[in-house]
């Protein structure tokens, strides 16, 4: 089982529809969650942590299965600007390094 | 307010060349600090990672080393570089706050080896 697993997509959805993302760990130590954005041949940026018990920022909510080892995003009323790759992140066991997804690249388009 | 810079932002360099470039951080001290690769249609691959001065930890082996010289400055070398060196280089920090240790990204160094 791969270290972190996405559909890499692309997820193609009109403005204003609702879009979700999944994603698989194999590291059940693993204690730190986050989705990062990346938009085309810019450096990753931190969208939201993820918490155990489910967080919302605005129009994202993720959220965290530890018996599942699975982590969502939900995108709502989706922006144009909402276009990028969307990056599923896991600390590795010691907590001292981040393993990124290869992402799940979305294409919103009016 | 922190920041991150990564110089330089483009390179095209010869097979063999070597190599050197050069991330730092502003606006904050003792930073961990790390380098990642991204490849053509592959993930963030991480490379070194610091916790403090002098202190390196290599992830995987490879034709590159890493030093940090002062608190904020960390360099990714190469004496001899090869085609599959070509990426995308991003340079990162974090500082362990709340047990939660996100990192933030420089805007990366995109290196063509040919």
């Known amino acids: 089982r791969k270290e972190v697993e996405q559909d890499p997509g692309p997820f193609n959805v009109p403005e204003g529809a609702t879009v979700a993302f999944n994603c698989t760990y194999s590291?059940?130590?693993?204690?730190?969650f986050f989705w990062y954005r990346q938009d085309c041949r810019k450096e990753p940026k931190l969208l939201m942590s993820?918490?155990?018990s489910g967080n919302e920022d605005g129009r994202f909510t993720a959220q965290l299965n530890r018996a599942s080892q699975y982590i969502s995003l939900l995108i709502r009323d989706s922006k144009l600007s909402d276009s990028a790759t969307y990056l599923c992140?896991?600390?590795?066991?010691?907590?001292?390094?981040?393993?990124f997804g290869k992402g799940t690249t979305l294409s919103v388009s009016s | 307010s922190q920041t991150i810079h990564q110089w330089p932002a483009t390179l095209v360099q010869p097979v063999g060349s070597p190599l050197s470039l050069e991330c730092t951080v502003e606006?904050?001290?003792?930073?961990?600090l790390y380098w990642y690769r991204q490849a053509a249609g592959r993930g963030l691959q991480l490379l070194f990672y610091?916790?403090?001065?002098?202190?390196i930890s290599s992830e995987v082996p490879q034709n590159l080393s890493a030093s940090r010289p002062q608190d904020r400055q960390f360099i990714l070398s190469s004496k001899k570089l090869l085609l599959s060196d070509s990426g995308f280089y991003l340079c990162?920090?974090?500082?362990?706050?709340?047990?939660?240790?996100?990192?933030?990204f420089g805007p990366g160094t995109r290196l063509t080896v040919l």
């Open positions: 610091s916790v403090g001065i002098g202190q």
């Open positions: 990162a920090w974090s500082v362990l706050s709340g047990g939660e240790d996100t990192q933030y």
């Open positions: 993820v918490y155990s």
């Open positions: 590291n059940s130590a693993s204690q730190s």
């Open positions: 606006g904050t001290s003792n930073p961990n």
């Open positions: 992140v896991v600390s590795n066991q010691a907590g001292t390094a981040l393993i």
